[in-house]
């Protein structure tokens, strides 16, 4: 069979599109890092962070420097590779090892081992990270969110307070509570109220909205505080 000009160049461009479409293909499914190896965009990035298959249940990724030398390479809880689990190895860039030892929800745990550029070992770093459990946030990632939204909490309250002389609650009230990680409600209070009556009311009514959908960072959960005015 023949081909006319026309038929070559048309097959020409087509394959040009589909080597184009597979050179591309990684460098989108890259997540682009800072020099600390937080998310940022590629005219930013010192690193890039790429997915490398899954190992016993956990997602494996690869960071490279953007010149393409292996960084670190380790496990995720999560295939958007935003919380660290397990086993994690950090490389110099003569490509021996620098730091290797295991990530719990996203935090350095236990002893890793360190070693110098010509790969000798130097002291070991312990690494606790219990204390961070139960960090208190103010803004994470995903807020909490009470079913139906803040429009429901805030006329939810409204709609159950009341005064014993029969007069209209008026004025605004600042509450304060903790959306605890599964999604119970602590330390609630009024920070500037109107009387201890009305103040009493609110915090009765806020408890009785537990529990609400709790807040989540790299894709874990989270204690946050929240504090939503109610204006009456």
């Known amino acids: 069979m023949r ?6 160049g048309l097959l020409f461009l087509f394959a040009c599109l589909v080597l184009n479409a597979v050179a591309k293909e990684p460098e989108q499914q890259r997540i ?12 930013h990035a010192t690193y890039y962070l790429q997915a490398a ?12 420097t953007m010149d393409d030398k292996l960084k670190a390479e380790g496990h995720f809880r999560d295939e958007q590779l935003t919380v660290e689990e397990g086993a994690f190895v950090f490389y110099h ?3 021996k090892v620098e730091s290797r030892g295991a990530y719990v929800m996203g935090n350095k745990s236990g002893i890793w081992e360190r070693f110098d550029v010509w790969g000798g070992a130097l002291a070991e ?3 606790d990270p219990s204390p961070l459990e139960n960090i208190l946030y103010t803004r994470a990632e995903t807020m909490p969110e009470y079913p139906g939204g803040e429009k429901v909490f805030v006329s939810t309250i409204r709609s159950r307070v009341t005064k014993s002389d029969g007069k ?3 004025g605004k009230v600042m509450t304060s509570f903790v959306v605890e990680k599964n999604g119970d409600l602590t330390d609630v209070k009024v920070i500037e109220g109107k009387d201890a009556e009305v103040d009493d009311q609110v915090v009765d009514v806020i408890k009785s909205t537990s529990p609400w959908a709790p807040g989540h960072d790299k894709g874990v959960p989270v204690r ?9």
């Open 3 to 8: 081909y006319s000009t026309t038929h070559i």
């Open 53 to 64: 298959g899954m190992e016993e249940g956990l997602y494996v990724g690869k960071i490279f």
């Open 125 to 127: 770093k312990i690494y």
């Open 224 to 232: 946050v505080q929240m504090r939503i005015p109610v204006q009456f």
């Open 32 to 43: 682009y890092l800072s020099e600390v190896l937080e998310p940022t965009v590629k005219k």
């Open 168 to 170: 209209p609650v008026t």
């Open 93 to 95: 860039p003569n490509g």
